[in-house]
């Protein structure tokens, strides 16, 4: 009987070896294609939901336990581990979904014991599966046959403690088994590690489907491309379960006698390094869908601090906890006692936050402690928090050196600091940086108790008045007074003009002085300025004023000249002489005293309205609110049809507006204007080198003869007329090449103007994209800004043609190629069409604008090719 038995068993094995030898056949030479079209027509999922991470948990927590190389004997202690199994949800869980996982367990158990080809057995498993998601058919065929394999392991433990578990393991061979567990140790070296690579691509597949579908949708890019290869990681993690299946079943059945073959251990150890292939494939793909999630959530952080900025809030609790880190409970360190904290020891405080690098000069820092010990000193109520904000260089790893140099400075520091320096999120860096300006040198924002900055960088402060108290008051006051709601301007002009003089006003018309009643209530133009000022720029606006105001008792706004001095220069006799001459040519209010503006003032006017060289006309309403932070550019454009000054009437009167000859040029050359009314041919050309000049007018006139128009032509220089232009306008004259503007304001008028076009687009959120001014606008920029001449041709209020340099004269020089389509099309038209072959993608074109970048938005487009310019600062000085 034993010996039957033993032949009977012996038949088995040789019956099972040879099915693993003809299977292998399809494992290492079937079309893959095949097979994953046979694995996707068995899904059909019917829309119910199963949590597969806590039974993913579980059965992790079984396979990661069952292992030879525990075997309790009465003498062990036994491991305290998290009971996972009596969590809500995973009692829940299991309820209703054991008896579909004791179903694929049986079936599991079934095939193996019956010679069933593995690949059959995969897929006779996903048809029991063909209603559930990917995730939970992978997660409950692992369950299922960790039932299994945790059982066989279980008994193998306790076979020496246990009668019962002894029983069991005799009837499961299991003493056999242990007694060659040296013997059998590379089997089960393999499976355990085909069963790693197993629970690592299951918890890659649970990984994708926990993606928030908020930040990643299912058609993207990186996220499509993972799903595609989910299908392929199921089966391969299924098919791998079978095998490991197959091979405890056998374990079982015949014991330590039951000898893996090699190819069966080669098929194995391939399984194990195809699912790590895959585990490697999908955690790229996750890696990827993490950053564009990560970008999301940057993207949304950002936009989230913008609105927190704008809001008005009743304390400053949700800034701060933007800030500084709201999942962190105690995220500041008391600089003082060195305890951790929470955010809310800064509620309804005036808190400055001192922003830097770690790289914090040891004099700038002693002297910031010595202002802020001094303030405080003997005070149980401070005046205002200091928070520590250090921005940190994603980009570069954290290193002893850093974390050294971290709690160097931060044990000088009296005041709050982050107890984790890289818990700054990214999107506050970037807020940092692009709203404050931060770049390396420390600031010092500071943020009302409602959360909103009042003063960009009070550093400057600190260092000019320390802790002088009147000073920073005063800047306070006038932060606080533009925040007011006010019946008439009087607190707001009183406090900008110097409210201890009872006449500090000189009426620039009768040069009588005047108090700042004449003011109330009227429209009130700042013009601000230091005694740089251009005679040109002086003399437009002194005509726009007078032009404006001719003849009316009312007028429709008053100027008040504002200069702005740098104190730490002695004032003299030069400077004085330049002050005068400069109020003399004004007809508008001007200071009694120049010197009496207030340092609050002029630091108010260098941080809010972001002063730096360039004048600015600065516009308060009737009332003493700001409407337009510099209508210089709208006065330049539009004189006196901008009245009264406002953003809005700015945006009404672009919303007017074509671009048209007339437009461009206005009212700087009447005879221009005439010329477009009379239906003549009007070119305009710039540039300084008199060869192309030459060149091209000749080319030009050349051809309006031969096609019988009216042209006229206008050399309108450049924006900068140094020597060159001067000698250009020298040789046109004296060669009657063409017409020419022979007053320099005019030629700076033209381009002055052309520059507030762009910049006044430019505060409206106007790009070459999505205006066509504007990239009319960049185009005759760029053109100033390259070395070569250039010409603009104009009928009428429509047609216009431009470009510049050699292609201009190529094109003339070639007129005969395209005379005839001047008599189909018309001049214009096929001067047009002409031009096409000369744009080449070749090019390298310059947008140079002087003054204040500041407020240039980081992305300007090209005219030519439509994609980002490089940013360059330049610094020029031309002696020509």
């Not at 158990?109 to 995969?122: E, F, L, M, Q």
């Not at 007694?179 to 499976?191: A, C, G, M, S, Y």
């Not at 089966?235 to 091979?247: E, F, I, K, L, N």
């Not at 006044?760 to 001014?773: A, L, R, V, Y």
Request: aromatic share 8%.
């Amino acid at each position: 009987m034993a010996t039957s038995t033993l032949a009977s068993a012996a038949a088995a094995a040789a019956q099972k070896l040879q099915m693993i030898k003809g299977e292998r056949h399809l494992f290492s030479s079937s079309d893959d294609n095949i097979v994953m079209k046979q694995v996707i027509a068995t899904h059909s999922p019917d829309g119910r939901e199963v949590d597969a991470r806590p039974l993913f948990q579980l059965t992790q927590d079984i396979l990661q336990r069952s292992t030879p190389t525990v075997v309790v004997t009465p003498q062990t202690h036994m491991e305290a581990v998290e009971d996972r199994a009596h969590h809500p949800a995973v009692v829940g869980m299991l309820e209703a979904l054991a008896y579909t996982i004791h179903r694929i367990s049986s079936e599991m158990t079934y095939k193996c014991t019956s010679g069933a080809d593995a690949h059959a057995t995969t897929l006779s498993l996903f048809n029991m599966l063909s209603s559930y998601t990917w995730d939970a058919k992978v997660v409950l065929v692992l369950a299922a046959f960790a039932v299994n394999y945790g059982e066989f392991w279980l008994t193998a433990q306790l076979h020496t403690v246990n009668p019962l578990a002894k029983s069991v393991s005799l009837l499961k061979q299991v003493p056999d088994i242990i007694e060659h567990t040296d013997v059998l140790k590379p089997r089960f070296d393999t499976i355990n590690n085909l069963i790693k690579a197993m629970l690592d691509v299951t918890n890659c597949i649970i990984e994708f489907k926990e993606l928030p579908s908020e930040y990643i949708s299912p058609d993207s890019p990186d996220m499509s491309m993972a799903m595609a290869h989910i299908p392929t990681a199921a089966y391969w993690t299924v098919r791998s379960a079978v095998a490991c299946a197959t091979q405890i079943t056998m374990l079982i059945g015949l014991g330590h006698e039951y000898m893996t073959s090699t190819t069966e251990a080669w098929e194995l150890s391939s399984l194990a390094h195809k699912v790590n292939n895959i585990h490697g494939h999908l955690t790229k793909q996750l890696d990827m869908c993490r950053r564009h999630i990560d970008e999301r959530k940057h993207i949304e952080a950002y936009q989230t601090l913008l609105r927190l900025f704008q809001a008005v809030h009743i304390d400053n609790m949700k800034i701060l906890k933007a800030l500084l880190y709201s999942k962190d409970d105690l995220p500041l360190i008391d600089g003082t006692s060195k305890k951790r904290t929470s955010v809310d020891v800064l509620r309804r405080k005036i808190v400055m936050l001192f922003i830097s690098d770690l790289d914090v000069s040891h004099e700038e820092l002693l002297v910031l402690v010595q202002i802020y010990s001094d303030t405080h000193q003997g005070r149980l109520e401070r005046h205002f928090e200091i928070v520590w904000l250090p921005v940190l260089d994603r980009h570069r790893p954290w290193n002893s050196t850093k974390e050294e140099t971290y709690n160097r400075l931060a044990s000088m520091m009296p005041w709050y600091l982050l107890h984790d320096p890289l818990q700054v999120d990214a999107a506050v860096i970037k807020y940092i940086r692009d709203m404050w300006r931060f770049e390396k040198k420390p600031m010092l924002v500071v943020l009302d108790p409602q959360g909103k900055v009042v003063c960009p960088n009070a550093l400057h402060m600190m260092w000019i008045w320390g802790n002088e108290r009147k000073h920073i008051e005063a800047y306070q006051t006038l932060l606080r007074l533009f925040q007011a709601v006010h019946i008439d301007n009087m607190k707001i002009l009183k406090a900008l003009l110097y409210s201890k003089d009872d006449l500090p006003l000189i009426d620039g018309t009768s040069k009588k002085r005047t108090s700042v009643d004449v003011l109330r209530r009227k429209i009130v133009m700042l013009f601000i300025s230091d005694l740089d000022v251009s005679h040109e720029e002086l003399l437009v606006l002194v005509q726009i004023y007078s032009d404006t105001h001719q003849g009316r008792l009312e007028r429709h706004f008053e100027i008040v000249w504002l200069p702005v001095l740098d104190r730490h220069r002695p004032w003299n006799s030069t400077k004085e002489e330049t002050y005068n001459r400069l109020a003399s040519m004004m007809p508008w209010y001007l200071l009694h005293d120049p010197l009496q503006v207030d340092a609050a003032v002029i630091k108010y006017i260098r941080d809010m309205w972001r002063f730096e060289k360039k004048p600015m006309l600065v516009v308060l309403d009737p009332q003493g609110k700001v409407v337009c932070p510099n209508a210089l550019h709208m006065m330049w454009i539009w004189g006196s049809l901008a009245v009264p000054f406002t953003t809005n009437r700015e945006e009404a009167l672009w919303n007017e507006e074509t671009w048209r000859l007339e437009f461009l040029v206005d009212e700087i050359d009447p005879a221009i204007l005439s010329w477009v009314r009379e239906g003549r041919y009007v070119c305009l050309y710039g540039g300084e080198d008199v060869d192309w000049i030459r060149k091209f007018t000749t080319a030009l006139r050349r051809v309006a003869q031969e096609v019988k128009i009216h042209l006229e032509m206008v050399y309108v220089g450049k924006s900068n007329p140094k020597e060159r232009v001067k000698k250009a306008v020298a040789t046109i004259t004296a060669e009657k090449l063409s017409g020419y503007w022979q007053d320099p304001v005019m030629v700076w008028f033209f381009w002055v103007r052309l520059e507030s076009m762009w910049h006044s687009k430019m505060q409206h959120g106007k790009t070459i994209e999505n205006d066509p001014i504007m990239q009319e606008v960049m185009t005759l920029l760029t053109y100033d800004g390259s070395d070569e001449g250039w010409a603009l041709i104009s009928r009428g209020s429509v047609e216009m043609v431009k470009a510049q340099g050699k292609k201009l004269i190529d094109c003339l020089t070639e007129f005969d190629k395209w005379k005839a389509d001047v008599e189909k099309e018309g001049f214009i038209p096929a001067m047009t069409t002409a031009l096409l072959p000369y744009h080449t993608h070749e090019h390298c074109t310059r947008l140079i604008l002087p003054g204040d970048t500041g407020k240039i938005t980081e992305k300007v487009v090209c005219t030519e090719c439509k994609r980002p310019m490089e940013k360059f600062i330049l610094y020029r000085c031309c002696n020509d």
